[in-house]
């Protein structure tokens, strides 16, 4: 999970009985404080610079990426509020859940604040159980999740749907309802599960009655008559702050001598807005605590387990995507379609905007691929319109350059409003990354294409136009290939 102690962001990894605190290229042994609610140093910073503490390995190396990167969604909502004097809380540290108190007025009634952007702002509690709302713009929420501040929304088009539970009790009893997601994964290892012949009696968690406890105090879940052992895990060890993982298992037979052991099935999440009679799956208690679509939810999925797979980028790609998702990608994208920048551009520009072209390629062949649809709207000029009205199905093109499009179709929309404008759909399979997590623009939901990607034209119709990539293009698409400017 990620933490803040004395003001930096660590990741907290269990080692060898305790905890660590991983960050620039160090480890920190920590402890956790209940009564406080964060995270300390087990040892003060003088004895730790005498520590001999092992560098981290290279292939999960943590880095503090995001502390100088600005969420652009907030900033926008944020620039009619005044942020509050920063040495109010100079010797304040922030709470696991991101919340600063000022230590000079009495703790219950101590001012809270976030630090945003570099900034500190006052919050209380929002409408939501992760969320705090802005003290001088009240309507304004933001939400905490996997260590980093988003803005909230209340996009009803993303609920959740559940299948209502059922029991045969007589009265019912409490029971779990579960998500779609976990529907199908439950019911597809029915056969590893537990009956409840098995059990001399099961009764209802007093914390929570849709769990159900053993005579030997083990804690269960039940799902179309088969029962599931479950493990709950706290959120600060689950690695998702305010979210409680619960880890489910099944019985199967292992080794040679086929004894049943616990094996795991998949692990749920308490819904934030309905409570713990609701189990969602990773991806939608991404959905439902972040407001996103399933796709754009999948895409932000996809990239946080890459991170905890294999570590964050390094801090030159993470540097090169935020240039090229400001101002740095006409540079970078004319130097790919052309070999090279205007007459008039310094030799030190053309150093960095090949360096951002080495990295950005780099950071690309590391992230998960995006495999369906992604959209894509832009506006062409006279010279780009001429070569659209040549565009026919069955054309084999490449635009060289890398194609910045959006996951979510409304975004791609905004980009084609004008009367010059063509709106690209795009079946991808290998050449598509999302970059979201890194633009500080989450809901843009941006995927970045690879350059030199090829592509099939699939449908034109006035401004409308299909692709498909061609992940090995033949000899023969090579020979018709020709470039075209997306």
């Known amino acids: 999970m990620i933490a803040w102690i004395d003001s930096n962001k660590y990741t907290i990894t269990k080692k060898q009985g305790g905890f660590i605190a991983r960050g620039n290229n160090r480890e920190f042994p920590v402890s956790y404080s209940s009564k406080e609610k964060s995270w300390y140093l087990v040892k003060g910073e003088s004895e730790l610079a005498?520590?001999?503490?092992?560098?981290?390995?290279?292939?999960?190396?943590?880095?503090?990426?995001?502390?100088?990167?600005?969420?652009?969604?907030?900033?926008?909502?944020l620039r009619d509020?005044?942020?509050?004097?920063?040495?109010?809380?100079?010797?304040?540290?922030?709470?696991?859940?991101?919340?600063?108190?000022?230590v000079k007025q009495k703790k219950r009634a101590a001012m809270q604040a976030v630090k945003l952007n570099g900034h500190f702002y006052r919050v209380y509690s929002g409408t939501a159980k992760n969320r705090v709302a802005i003290y001088d713009k009240p309507e304004l929420e933001i939400v905490l999740y996997d260590g980093t501040w988003y803005?909230?929304?209340?996009?009803?088009?993303?609920?959740?749907?559940?299948?209502?539970?059922?029991?045969?009790?007589?009265?019912?009893s409490s029971c779990?309802?579960?998500?779609?997601?976990?529907?199908?994964?439950?019911?597809?290892?029915?056969?590893?599960?537990?009956?409840?012949l098995e059990f001399s009696w099961l009764r209802s968690d007093k914390t929570n009655p849709a769990i159900l406890i053993s005579i030997k105090n083990k804690k269960y879940i039940q799902h179309g008559g088969?029962?599931?052992?479950?493990?709950?895990?706290p959120a600060i060890s689950s690695g998702l702050t305010g979210s409680k993982e619960i880890r489910i298992y099944g019985k199967k037979e292992m080794g040679w001598m086929k004894k049943k052991t616990d094996f795991y099935i998949t692990s749920g999440y308490y819904s934030e807005s309905k409570g713990n009679s609701f189990l969602y799956s990773r991806v939608e208690s991404v959905m439902e605590?972040?407001?996103?679509?399933?796709?754009?939810?999948?895409?932000?999925?996809?990239?946080?387990?890459?991170?905890?797979?294999?570590?964050?980028?390094?801090?030159?790609?993470?540097?090169?995507?935020?240039?090229?998702?400001?101002?740095?990608?006409?540079?970078?994208?004319?130097?790919i379609y052309n070999g090279r920048l205007n007459d008039y551009t310094d030799t030190e520009?053309?150093?960095?905007?090949?360096?951002?072209?080495k990295n950005i390629r780099g950071l690309l062949k590391k992230l998960p691929s995006i495999d369906g649809v992604v959209y894509r709207g832009s506006q062409i000029n006279l010279s780009g319109l001429k070569a659209f009205s040549t565009l026919k199905a069955e054309d084999v093109i490449s635009s060289r350059k890398f194609i910045s499009a959006s996951l979510d179709q409304n975004i791609a929309n905004i980009f084609a409003a004008g009367p010059n404008a063509v709106r690209y759909r795009i079946h991808v399979k290998k050449a598509a990354h999302?970059?979201?997590?890194?633009?500080?623009?989450?809901?843009?939901?941006?995927?970045?294409?690879?350059?030199?990607?090829?592509?099939?034209?699939?449908?034109?119709?006035?401004?409308?136009?299909?692709?498909?990539?061609?992940?090995?293009?033949s000899v023969y698409d090579m020979r018709k290939l020709k470039n075209f400017y997306i």
């Open 226 to 233: 088969v029962i599931f052992k479950v493990k709950v895990v």
């Open 349 to 357: 520009l053309t150093a960095i905007t090949i360096s951002h072209i």
């Open 81 to 102: 509020v005044k942020p509050l004097a920063p040495d109010i809380f100079s010797k304040s540290h922030p709470n696991f859940k991101g919340i600063y108190r000022c």
């Open 289 to 335: 605590i972040l407001c996103l679509p399933r796709p754009i939810a999948e895409a932000w999925q996809q990239v946080k387990d890459f991170e905890r797979r294999k570590g964050q980028i390094t801090p030159e790609e993470y540097a090169s995507i935020r240039a090229y998702g400001g101002v740095s990608y006409r540079d970078i994208n004319d130097f």
């Open 50 to 77: 005498s520590l001999p503490l092992p560098p981290l390995q290279e292939s999960n190396k943590i880095i503090d990426l995001y502390s100088d990167g600005v969420d652009f969604e907030i900033a926008d909502a």
């Open 176 to 196: 779990m309802s579960y998500s779609q997601d976990l529907e199908k994964i439950l019911a597809a290892n029915h056969d590893i599960g537990l009956s409840p």
């Open 434 to 473: 999302p970059i979201l997590t890194y633009t500080g623009k989450l809901r843009e939901a941006e995927v970045l294409i690879e350059d030199n990607t090829v592509f099939r034209c699939v449908y034109v119709h006035g401004k409308d136009v299909v692709l498909e990539e061609i992940v090995n293009p």
């Open 151 to 172: 803005l909230a929304t209340n996009d009803k088009k993303n609920e959740i749907t559940s299948v209502p539970c059922r029991t045969k009790r007589s009265p019912s």
